[in-house]
């Protein structure tokens, strides 16, 4: 196991439980539990400070419809690759339900940056010849550079001179290297005050 992800949800400043249409805090704690070993030789390294870091993608997603996540529900963090090194992620979220709710699902991924070696391995037809740009044939290494594009990169739509480059992607951890211990906790959600309940008698 390579990561402990732990997530907590607090109450409003001042109240003892969370309420239907009320903003709750949600905290998202990020642990490695190993130092580099073997397993991080896919991943894009970089040092910094003595020691190196990786990049993670976090993304926290409701299914079930029980909570709505305010703000921004993702993001990319720059992790140190050593044991016991924690990043800790703060949004809000409401729900929109009384009751025992499950908590939201937080998913992380392997952020790779396309000059990553492992990203650079490429299949045989997902690149394609681009025959629309205009190049300048005195500098070779621009010629190769801009005469391909990649067929699902959102830079192709956009100016030439990012044509070619390789996105970023993210790739899933293996079964058991992401250890999410909030899978299956619940938590109180009592009915705000402004709920009314509408009474129908049938005849």
């Known amino acids: 196991t390579l990561y402990h992800v732990k997530t907590e949800i607090f109450p409003p400043l001042g109240a003892e439980y969370c309420k239907t249409g009320s903003l709750c805090s949600l905290e998202v ?8 070993s073997e397993v991080d030789r896919d991943e894009a390294l970089t040092e910094s400070d003595g020691y190196c870091t990786t990049k993670l993608m976090y ?25 016991r090194a924690t990043h800790k992620v703060h949004m809000e979220v409401m729900p929109l339900f009384a009751g025992y709710l499950p908590f939201p699902d937080v998913r992380l991924f392997k952020y ?74 619940q938590i109180l959600v009592i009915p705000s005050k402004d709920d009314h309940v509408l009474e129908v008698n049938i005849t």
């Open 29 to 36: 704690s990020i642990t490695r539990l190993v130092d580099l």
């Open 59 to 83: 993304e926290v997603v409701d299914n079930s419809s029980n909570w709505a996540v305010c703000g921004k529900s993702s993001g990319v963090i720059s992790m140190p690759v050593a044991a």
């Open 112 to 185: 790779l940056p396309h000059h990553s070696a492992h990203s650079m391995q490429l299949d045989a037809d997902s690149w394609i010849e681009n025959d629309n740009l205009s190049v300048d044939k005195n500098v070779d290494d621009q010629a190769d550079s801009s005469s391909i594009r990649s067929r699902g990169s959102l830079h192709s739509a956009a100016s030439g001179e990012h044509k070619g480059l390789p996105m970023p992607r993210l790739q899933s951890f293996s079964s058991g290297q992401v250890f999410n211990c909030s899978t299956g906790m």
